[in-house]
């Protein structure tokens, strides 16, 4: 079983859509959880940590289930620049070593 | 405003070449890492370095040598490329603590012929 797994998709989907991406780890002790973006031929770049509580920012909502082992990314009202791969990303082995998925990609059509 | 630079940004190397990646970042963070990206196969750890030097090896290794002589600097060698070590390759550094934002080079695209 991989360390993190995603739905690679692609999701497609309309602009003003709500669209939801999970991703399920595998180390029960893993810390710090995050959502990374990547547009094309760039690289990642951190869109939001994911907090126990659960956290918001602007249009993005994300959630971490820690029973159940993933955590979540909702976008709501989808823009065309919101098309990218969004990259799950988890801390391992004591803080060390971060651990990504391999992405799912999103594309926003008009 | 720097951030986290690597060159070269493009590479071609024939088999059994040697060459250096070179990485350098001017916010003073300890952790460093390098990946590698291919399709379908996601970012994989090939070493990391928690401080000057304190290297380790990630999921993907052989064939590559790090260093870490000094805070800002951490160069990736391929001691002799193969053509499965075709790929983009992406330095990272961040903070000591687990918490905190990884910030990425903008990558260097290597080709092995």
């Known amino acids: 079983r991989k360390e993190v797994e995603q739905d690679p998709g692609p999701f497609n989907v309309p602009e003003g859509a709500t669209v939801a991406f999970n991703c399920t780890y595998s180390?029960?002790?893993?810390?710090?959880f995050f959502w990374y973006r990547q547009d094309c031929r760039k690289e990642p770049k951190l869109l939001m940590s994911?907090?126990?509580s659960g956290n918001e920012d602007g249009r993005f909502t994300a959630q971490l289930n820690r029973a159940s082992q993933y955590i979540s990314l909702l976008i709501r009202d989808s823009k065309l620049s919101d098309s990218a791969t969004y990259l799950c990303v988890v801390n391992e082995k004591s803080f060390q070593k971060l651990v990504f998925g391999t992405g799912t990609r999103l594309l926003v059509s008009p | 405003n720097a951030g986290v630079t690597q060159t070269p940004k493009f590479q071609v190397l024939k088999t059994g070449q040697s060459m250096t990646l070179q990485c350098a970042q001017d916010m003073n963070h300890e952790y460093m890492s390098w990946y590698r990206q291919d399709p379908g196969m996601g970012l994989r750890l090939i070493h990391y370095?928690?401080?000057?030097?304190?290297?380790d090896q990630g999921e993907v290794p052989n064939g590559y040598n790090v260093s870490r002589s000094t805070t800002e600097d951490f160069p990736l060698r391929l001691l002799s490329a193969a053509p499965s070590q075709t790929s983009v390759y992406f330095c990272?550094?961040?903070?000591?603590?687990?918490?905190?934002?990884?910030?990425f080079g903008p990558g260097t695209r290597l080709t092995v012929t």
């Open positions: 370095s928690v401080g000057a030097g304190i290297t």
């Open positions: 180390n029960s002790a893993s810390q710090s």
């Open positions: 990272a550094s961040r903070a000591g603590t687990g918490y905190n934002e990884q910030y």
């Open positions: 994911v907090y126990s």
